[in-house]
T-cell receptor, first 112, second 114 residues
C-alpha cells in the first residue's frame, strides 16, 4: 500500500528566507505526487503535482518541487517566503485507483 | 460564488445525536468526496461519488451514510454520534474520476461531539 511521510511536523522560517519541506513516499509503481496547502480555517488548495516528465515541477505562489525516484522523495521549495505562506502543507500520493493518501502535514510558521 | 460550499461550518452536538453536513459544488464536476481530518491534521478519504454513484467507500462505520441527490450535491449523515467522530470534515470535488484531477476543497465543517 502507498504511504507518505512528512518528517518535519513544524518548521519556522524568517520572512524572505528559503523554505524546503520534505516528503518521502512509498509506492510500488510510478507515483502520482501532489502538494496541497491549507490556510487556517480553509480547505486545501493544490500547489503543484507530478505525473511524469520533467522532475522539477513549478507550482502556484512561487513554489516548486523536485521528484527524486532514487530517494523516493518529492520535496517542496520556495526561494523566499512571505508571511502569507504560513500554513499547513500536505504531500500526497495517488494510489493507482484515483484515491490520494495524504501525509500528516507540516506546519509552517513565518516570523518577521 | 464559492466553488465548493459546505454547511454548517461549525457543529456542536451531544453524543448519540444524529446530524447532517451538506455540500454543494457549482463547478460542474462529476466527482465529489468526503474527507475526515483528525485532531493531528491527518486527512483520510471516507467516500467518493461519481455522478451520484458511490465509487469509494473506505472503512467507515455504518453510522456514516453519504447521500448524493444529484451530482452537484453530496451530503453526509451521521447517526448515533460518538466522541471519536469529533474532527473536521471536508467536502471536495474534481472534474471526474478518470484521472488524478485537481481536488477543490470546501472550507470544512468542524464537528465537536460532547
Amino acid at each position: 500500500a502507498q504511504s507518505v511521510t512528512q518528517p518535519d511536523i513544524h518548521i519556522t522560517v524568517s520572512e524572505g528566507a528559503s523554505l524546503e519541506l520534505r516528503c518521502n513516499y512509498s509506492y510500488g509503481a510510478t507515483p502520482y505526487l501532489f502538494w496541497y496547502v491549507q490556510s487556517p480555517g480553509q480547505g486545501l488548495q493544490l500547489l503543484l503535482k507530478y505525473f511524469s516528465g520533467d522532475t522539477l515541477v513549478q507550482g502556484i505562489k512561487g513554489f516548486e518541487a523536485e521528484f527524486k525516484r532514487s530517494q523516493s522523495s518529492f520535496n517542496l521549495r520556495k526561494p523566499s517566503v512571505h508571511w502569507s505562506d504560513a500554513a499547513e502543507y500536505f504531500c500526497a500520493v495517488g494510489d493507482g485507483d484515483y484515491k490520494l493518501s495524504f501525509g500528516a502535514g507540516t506546519t509552517v510558521t513565518v516570523r518577521a | 460564488d464559492t466553488a465548493v460550499s459546505q454547511t454548517p461550518k461549525y457543529l456542536v452536538t451531544q453524543m448519540g445525536n444524529d446530524k447532517s453536513i451538506k455540500c454543494e459544488q457549482n463547478l460542474g464536476h462529476d466527482t465529489m468526496y468526503w474527507y475526515k481530518q483528525d485532531s493531528k491534521k491527518f486527512l483520510k478519504i471516507m467516500f467518493s461519488y461519481n455522478n451520484k454513484e458511490l465509487i469509494i467507500n473506505e472503512t467507515v462505520p455504518n453510522r456514516f451514510s453519504p447521500k448524493s441527490p444529484d451530482k452537484a450535491h453530496l451530503n453526509l449523515h451521521i447517526n448515533s454520534l460518538e466522541l471519536g467522530d469529533s474532527a473536521v470534515y471536508f467536502c471536495a470535488s474534481s472534474l471526474d474520476r478518470g484521472r488524478y484531477e485537481k481536488l477543490f476543497f470546501g472550507s470544512g465543517t468542524q464537528l465537536s461531539v460532547l
